[in-house]
């Protein structure tokens, strides 16, 4: 470990000044500061001088201890100065999630809500990070990490977690304010043989393919042999562009433990095998068909009729495609309703604030995440995910991803391709039938 002390910096901070909350000679504040891991090689530490800097803060680094080998973590420790209390809690919040946590700790503070439906004013909003908040001096993990929401604490067990605003009700503990709260950001793996690894510029449709498909089926691969669940949400392009057979083989050959779709999905795929038409173009010879505009319509009819897509196979009316796959091979799959949708399928959660509550249930033991082709369910589904869940976005147009890493789901891997030779490289990757 290498140490380095009292460096200098781009920073004003009085020398010899080393406590909280600590008021200089020109009336300013200080916080002493410290976060460690892997802080270096994922950038954290640049980005949280960044972050005081930009917020018209400074700093100084007291302390900085270098790993010597790459498995080694670093820590470093340092005064954050600002103009004001105000400022200064600004500056705090930001670089708390970069897991920059002030060195003199604190339980964290809390007001009870007074209204269903409303935070208290001075909520602590969570990131997708894995977060800590301190009870009676104790670090108490939060579950059911998200971004975009606060943090209810049960008083009786002791139990913390991240709730959404309609779920919060009239005397819930809240979490306010950000003493008492660290975050534990997720960190580049040291391992170079970390899949994605080649891939953690930004999102260009001039990665290398092959390589790319080799890593994915790589972590499908690992994420079956290690018991891990993996999720797909996918949109309708995967039955437009002729992948219903690929996607099958997915989830025939076990690598599917999970499916979040829309109406479009479940209608077409059903549209195929009824009809062996998409959008009424005729799969196989790629024309429409006299009429075959009705035929989505008339799918989500008999469907309809039959009770749901599970019934729809009990009776031997549905014998093929994704959503048979699904029910034969006890698949749960989710399909979110859309103020688009005909019909829609009986299936189809239709409330999307109910769609979302069991969206965010389902996501619970997601350890990999494949989002195929659609913009709107992948933005929403990678609100829900935590950090920690590995999700590779297959789409042929770029702003997807993108959308995706500014929304904070930047542990996202983009790949810029059309849906159809995606698939078939990645079941042959698998070593499946397709």
Not at 139 to 147: C, E
Not at 334 to 340: F, T, V, Y
Request: proline share 4%; glycine share 10%.
């Amino acid at each position: 470990m290498t140490t380095i002390t009292h460096s200098s910096a781009t920073a004003s901070l009085v020398a010899g000044q080393t406590s909280g909350d600590a008021a200089t000679p020109a009336g300013h504040l200080v916080e002493q500061v410290e976060l460690s891991g892997h802080i270096i090689d994922s950038l954290l530490l640049p980005k949280v001088l960044d972050e005081v800097m930009k917020l018209g803060g400074a700093f100084r680094i007291e302390s900085l201890e270098v790993g010597r080998r790459r498995s080694d973590p670093s820590t470093a420790r340092l005064l954050v100065e600002a103009g004001s209390r105000e400022r200064l809690d600004e500056i705090l919040v930001q670089i708390a999630r970069h897991g920059a946590v002030p060195v003199h700790q604190q339980d964290c503070d809390y007001q009870i809500a007074d209204l269903d439906g409303v935070f208290p004013e001075g909520f602590y909003c969570t990131t997708n990070e894995d977060t800590e908040i301190r009870v009676n001096g104790q670090w108490l993990p939060v579950g059911r990490q998200k971004m975009d929401a606060a943090i209810r604490l049960d008083p009786t067990t002791g139990a913390a977690q991240c709730v959404v605003l309609n779920e919060v009700r009239r005397g819930d503990f809240i979490v306010v304010g950000h003493y008492g709260v660290r975050v534990h950001p997720h960190q580049r793996s040291v391992a170079r043989t970390e899949a994605f690894s080649f891939m953690n510029s930004s999102v260009s449709s001039e990665k290398p393919k092959g390589v790319a498909v080799r890593e994915v089926a790589a972590s499908l691969k690992r994420t079956r042999s290690e018991g891990g669940k993996v999720l797909v949400v996918a949109g309708p392009a995967v039955v437009h562009t002729g992948c219903v057979d690929l996607f099958c083989e997915l989830i025939r050959g076990g690598y599917v433990q999970r499916l979040f779709a829309g109406n479009a999905l479940a209608t077409h795929d059903i549209e195929q095998a009824l009809y062996g038409t998409s959008l009424g173009v005729s799969v196989t010879e790629g024309l429409p068909l006299e009429g075959g505009h009705q035929h989505h319509l008339r799918s989500i009819n008999r469907i309809r009729r039959l009770g749901g897509i599970a019934k729809a196979v009990d009776k031997g009316v549905l014998t093929s495609g994704v959503m048979y796959e699904c029910v034969r091979g006890g698949v749960p799959f989710l399909l979110a309703g859309s103020i688009r949708d005909d019909g829609p399928l009986p299936d189809v959660i239709t409330d999307s604030v109910a769609a979302q509550a069991a969206m965010r249930d389902a996501v619970q033991d997601v350890s990999f995440c494949l989002m195929i082709a659609t913009t709107l369910h992948s933005i929403a589904v990678g609100n829900l995910l935590p950090a920690r869940v590995k999700v590779v976005c297959v789409d042929i147009n770029p702003a997807t991803v993108t959308k995706l890493m500014d929304r904070g789901s930047f542990q996202t891997v983009g790949i810029v391709t059309d849906i159809e030779p995606f698939m078939r490289s990645l079941v042959k990757e698998l070593g499946l039938n397709g």
